[in-house]
């Protein structure tokens, strides 16, 4: 199982970027696919979720901002983040969960200037 995860940039605050995750070795339509993010200094705390039934669930502080969805076909989460603020920035990761193990991808850094 690999994730590859792509996206992260630098964005200027009100910015958007979309953060894409693409699974090999396991299918995410039948598996909860999560976005966690880790600031410098600080704990990796979950972002945004998305189980096999396509319900999602979202940090509160970025609730109305961010929208997690997948495509089957193509095997891929994305996080669309729109109205980026500053405390964003954080090398977000993405994780599939199975029911032997969680499979992470490798992180991919996000920088929004104020």
């Known amino acids: 199982v690999q994730l590859q995860a792509s996206g992260g940039g630098l964005v200027q605050a009100g910015g958007s970027l979309r953060l894409s995750c693409t699974a090999s070795?396991?299918?995410?339509?039948?598996?909860?696919m999560t976005w966690y993010r880790q600031a410098p200094g600080k704990q990796r705390e979950l972002v945004a979720g998305?189980?096999?039934?396509?319900?999602?669930n979202y940090k509160d502080s970025v609730k109305g901002r961010f929208t997690i969805s997948r495509d089957n076909a193509k095997n891929t989460v994305y996080l669309q983040m729109n109205s980026l603020k500053p405390e964003d920035t954080a090398v977000y990761y993405c994780?599939?969960?199975?029911?032997?193990?969680?499979?992470w991808g490798q992180g991919t850094e996000v920088t929004v200037s104020s």
């Open positions: 994780k599939v969960a199975t029911s032997m193990r969680d499979f």
């Open positions: 070795g396991i299918s995410i339509s039948i598996n909860p």
């Open positions: 998305i189980s096999s039934d396509g319900s999602t």
